[in-house]
């Protein structure tokens, strides 16, 4: 039997593929219906990311360690990539900004305070390797600050906008060559250091390497489709559920995208796998911070109304260093229970609750 | 003889409680002598508060260890809840803000900066179990930042009143939770690793339970009564020293309230045992940002004469997460100097000193 | 052979002596050609500073431990004070402040990122004495933060001027009396904890003292000189280079300072010996927060047109204290690979990169 359709057999969130098709003919049929096809297009999103996960590790492991190593590097984040370009594209740049916060935010609080809390409910106290938790949790760190330098350059001195798109261009050139070094460190020099966390996602078996390319290549083209529908809707949507356009980026944006990490991060902490579990949920920030959000700037340039810069509101600053400190302190002991991932969940629970009660003109 | 007449008389620090009627009668024959009141308040404060503390750890001792610990994390803070509660009452909030602040502060830089000046100079360098200082110093820095996010917020997009208010309210509930939680963490799944903090303050023999509920009762009276007082009394008098709102809500009334617990933090510094000095200073600081300033803004729905918020002026929020980030950084190795301590206290007095400076309209 | 001549003729950096002369017959030639005084007065600083740090030393190691001590710590720094002292009696107090903030940044970010790069692209892991970095870090930490209070209290008030003055004075007095406890501390009662630091600074022989004396006082009236020059002419050098007067100070005076030190920090990284290493650049910038800072305000109050405040622009609060934060952070785990000093040198950079394009009226 095709591993594909065994996989669908046996995997339930695979079922939810079926609203794929809907989402898309109802986008033909019924435009004007936003919160509909705002609600079909996160459970279409939801499947296809299980998807291409499932299926950049399948070509990850068919290619041998360096270049799969790569892959997954690049195309870990690809849901969150393919939203954001396409709201790129639609010059939505506040929405692209908050998913880039929003992503950043959710992978170091949501996901390892929840694998926190949920691996400490089943046993009394984890401990994981400290030392690989800090190269990644420094590397995380140092990645946000100079991701957020512009915006607190900028604000602090109410500099002209010139100034603050040239920085924002020239460090997007920065931090992409940190980036490509991070990869020789992490897949070449350094390996052994990240070897528990990069290996293998939890015994799936891979599917042959032509099902996984096409699989990868057509998940990626239904993602584009599908999130086009998701950022027209998700504005009005977000008027309708009454919730601000910061909660919708933040919040809904960055859960949506990262559903495929969550169910690999919670599992391997209820196996006691932590290392597994931060080190998806660190590498997963780090990317975002190191890769996605820079080329998205790069990017603007050449697909966007007018060029993106990497000046982020003030609020969203704080969040975003909140989070990658509380990221440094709670992975900085090694050890882990079940009131860590209380505390971790609760920052994140401040800031939804923050977001959602924004007046809506901010930001 | 009576066990508390035995203590009054052992215990020099009980002969200022002829303080407490001298300040009550006062009030009543000489009303507009400010200066006087207030020094009167605070010289009868001390006692009660030292006897406050002695009689919920002797009923805690009785009534084993659950409910024992559940009484010490809930009325260790007694005194400054009491003076908190007064000053919601009369409506003063920025006093009762600064009050919030100034435990925190005083906690964490001048508690544990003197206990670690007074053990070094006595040990050469003292240890102590940095597991348990780690988790504390954890729980209060994420504790501390929750409480710290509608400030952060609230000022990086000057927001309307209203919203900041809804904020502090479900913020308050949400830290409410999290402290529930915290006390079912610390007395019951992961009990072990705050052994050393909670037993035995210092081999004192616990009164009987009759005279240390009966004190206990007595004492909060005393309390509440002599708060009035001292807090009607104490911005004249703050005027007459030349001191500022500020300094005094920050720096005089967080000493005052603290009285009791310094007696055994340093006693516990110079005997060596790091570990309890440590975990009474973090671990009151956490109850004031984890239950009195949330308690507080549920309260002032009823008590006081309009909603009070968690929005702190600038200043304070600096200086709130300079101290956490301190008590972080001196406890993180598990190993102290004199040299620590002094510049934890370095850092206390450049915060007094800029309060005592600070233009008076400010806050 | 005199030593002094043996030096010169080993050391090709000393060849560049022959610019003193020259830079300051040029003075007086061409008073006007500001870019070629710059370029000549940097050239000349560099071998002097070098001069200055060996001169230091021999006479540290002929004194003592302990006087010895306690000239390498006070004069560690010599070249930049006296640069600063001359911008400070010539009232470019901007020029002042950007480079103490300056220094802290070099030191903590380029000098520590360059070792660890360097060091790392030799040795796959170095391992360094993380106890003591950690004493260090810490230190640097609580001094800089003492050091950015009234930036910070002032910013968030908007306070007036005199306040500022005031503040900074006492401050400044407070500074300098932890200056000197840190030297008890690190000289006298715990001295063993820095052991590795101060001693041997890798093998040169030392010369005698009457020669180190000589060369110590004709070195430091031979930087005064240069130094007139180079504060004279930086500026316009400045606009004729395109520079702005913050990347001036924060980066071209900082490095020109400090090349004295870099040449021991990253000849003690390649030979494996990190603790060295570690223990110059954070030692540098400590005493920069918590002695030359200081001792400036104290001097400008003598030498300078006005008193001088601690007072720094936004933007430098923020570097100096990304910086510092990064150097805790890369320091705690005693463990460092080449990828840790690039991301130090991206941070670095980052900042380099912002000041440049900064538009030309800020600070």
Do not use: C
Request: net charge neutral; proline share 4%.
């Amino acid at each position: 039997m095709n591993p594909l359709l065994r996989e669908i057999r046996h995997n339930p969130v695979l079922w939810l593929l079926a609203f794929v098709p809907v989402v898309l003919a109802a986008e033909q049929l019924r435009p004007e219906a936003h919160t509909l096809l705002f609600v079909l297009s996160v459970l279409a999103i939801v499947p296809l990311a299980a998807l291409l996960s499932h299926a950049t590790e399948s070509v990850a492991a068919k290619t041998g360690d360096a270049v799969g190593g790569l892959l997954n590097a690049t195309l870990g984040n690809l849901t969150e990539l393919v939203i954001a370009l396409t709201a790129l594209r639609a010059g939505q740049y506040t929405l692209v900004k908050a998913s880039i916060g929003g992503a950043i935010v959710t992978n170091t609080l949501f996901l390892l305070g929840a694998a926190f809390l949920l691996g400490g409910l089943k046993h009394h106290v984890q401990e994981f390797n400290r030392v690989n938790a800090r190269v990644q949790a420094g590397l995380l760190f140092l990645a946000t600050l100079a991701l957020m330098i512009p915006s607190a350059v900028s604000q602090a001195d109410f500099a002209a906008a010139e100034f603050t798109q040239t920085l924002s261009l020239v460090l997007a050139v920065l931090l992409i060559v940190a980036y490509g070094l991070s990869m020789v460190f992490s897949l070449k020099t350094h390996r052994e250091m990240f070897a528990s966390a990069g290996s293998g996602e939890a015994g799936e078996t891979p599917w042959p390497l032509g099902l996984a390319l096409a699989t990868l290549a057509g998940a990626t083209v239904l993602v584009a489709l599908v999130s086009e529908v998701f950022v027209e809707s998700v504005q009005q949507a977000a008027v309708a559920f009454g919730m601000t356009p910061a909660f919708v980026g933040f919040i809904v944006v960055a859960l949506v995208g990262g559903a495929a990490e969550m169910a690999s991060v919670f599992s391997a902490a209820r196996k006691n796998h932590l290392d597994l579990s931060v080190g998806i949920a660190l590498g997963s920030a780090s990317q975002i911070a190191l890769f996605v959000a820079p080329l998205l700037v790069l990017v603007s340039y050449v697909l966007g109304p007018s060029p993106m810069s990497l000046q982020f509101w003030p609020g969203a600053v704080v969040m975003i260093l909140v989070a990658t400190i509380t990221a440094s302190m709670v992975t900085n002991g090694g050890r882990s229970t079940w009131f860590v991932g209380v505390l971790a969940l609760m920052v994140y629970l401040t800031f939804a609750v923050t977001l959602y009660l924004l007046p809506p003109r901010i930001p």
